[in-house]
């Protein structure tokens, strides 16, 4: 068997293969309340139909003011627990595992209202500055990460990721590029990590099945988080219990990018290599080949699909067809994939 197709299992959560649906932003929540859609129904069943071992939601914020747009999905009400459960009925029919990832969009928000952020920064000349938040801010930021928790251990999720990664408000405190706070929350790499420490912490009061964290692992700037920020940053979150990191890269301040295909797996290889844990890969991953050769080659334990999966949602298929492997097909598909 190839080990694209093998199962693989994090706290008792077993994912029948290695592929997973990235959580990307859809803005499609038209009556801005953050309800789910038949849009995202039809979007996200018919990737789990595709055979996606774990589909994940796009980033899901845990306050009003943390979505990113006014179109953006949400959990910060227990109104909003019903449809995502409905959702996640659909998905597990077809075998499919599925994930939520929590988030606060911080600074990056783009809404007609207030918003917040470590420091009083805004992220480029188009964007509104935030307010820098208080102590009061940052403890019912936490209480509302815990909260969007249960609501997803009552919705029926199988994982929780923390969006930590591009710029988005965790990131904001992790970051000296974005963090000039002179309080607990400032400053040293241990000050900056506190507040994901607190989050992570708040999380596992109401969760205890499997958490992922997504990170910047990189931030194209020099005077961002170095190398060994990061790496320390992941031996926390190793120690306070995450199953796995989710290696994304940049976003916390414009940068030019040359993307180019695995462009963010060196430093997922390295995270995995140097603090032992469980790594996803993502960034221009578009075949099932590249795909297997990094999971051969131990360079991380899932292959986050984003792009390729909205081109085609049975990539999973394609992957399976290009590696001679036989994927299992839907029942109502089977006369099609032989």
């Known amino acids: 068997m190839t080990k694209l197709f093998t199962p693989i299992e994090f706290n008792n959560v077993q994912l029948k293969n290695r592929i997973v649906m990235s959580?990307?932003?859809?803005?499609?929540?038209?009556?801005?309340?953050?309800?789910v859609t038949p849009f995202h129904e039809t979007h996200y069943i018919s990737r789990a139909v595709g055979q996606a071992g774990l589909i994940m939601t796009e980033a899901t914020a845990v306050m009003p003011e943390g979505r990113i747009s006014h179109e953006d999905l949400g959990i910060w009400s227990d109104e909003h627990t019903e449809g995502l459960k409905h959702l996640n009925e659909q998905i597990h029919r077809y075998g499919a595992k599925t994930g939520i990832q929590l988030a606060h969009a911080g600074r990056k928000a783009r809404l007609n209202s207030d918003i917040y952020a470590p420091s009083a920064i805004a992220f480029n000349e188009s964007s509104a500055t935030p307010t820098a938040m208080t102590l009061k801010d940052i403890e019912n930021t936490i209480e509302s990460f815990k909260d969007g928790a249960r609501r997803a251990k009552e919705a029926g999720f199988d994982i929780i990721e923390i969006h930590a990664a591009h710029g988005y408000l965790i990131n904001q405190f992790l970051s000296p590029l974005t963090n000039k706070r002179g309080d607990v929350y400032g400053g040293s790499a241990e000050n900056r990590y506190r507040f994901l420490s607190q989050v992570i912490e708040a999380v596992q009061t109401v969760w205890n099945g499997p958490l992922f964290v997504r990170i910047s692992t990189n931030e194209y700037d020099t005077n961002g988080s170095t190398l060994e920020d990061i790496l320390y940053f992941v031996r926390q979150m190793k120690d306070q219990g995450a199953d796995l990191i989710d290696c994304s890269s940049g976003g916390v301040v414009p940068a030019s990018i040359s993307p180019y295909p695995g462009y963010q797996l060196k430093r997922c290889e390295t995270i995995k290599e140097q603090e032992a844990i469980a790594t996803g890969a993502v960034g221009l991953i578009t075949t099932g080949l590249q795909a297997e050769e990094i999971l051969q080659n131990d360079r991380a334990d899932l292959v986050f699909i984003g792009?390729?999966?909205?081109?085609n949602p049975y990539w999973p298929k394609a992957a399976a067809d290009e590696l001679g492997y036989t994927v299992d097909a839907p029942k109502q598909y089977e006369r099609g994939w032989r």
């Not at 959580?23 to 309800?35: A, L």
């Not at 792009?307 to 081109?311: F, G, N, P, S, V």
């Open 23 to 35: 959580p990307m932003c859809m803005y499609s929540c038209m009556e801005r309340d953050g309800s």
């Open 307 to 311: 792009r390729a999966l909205l081109r």
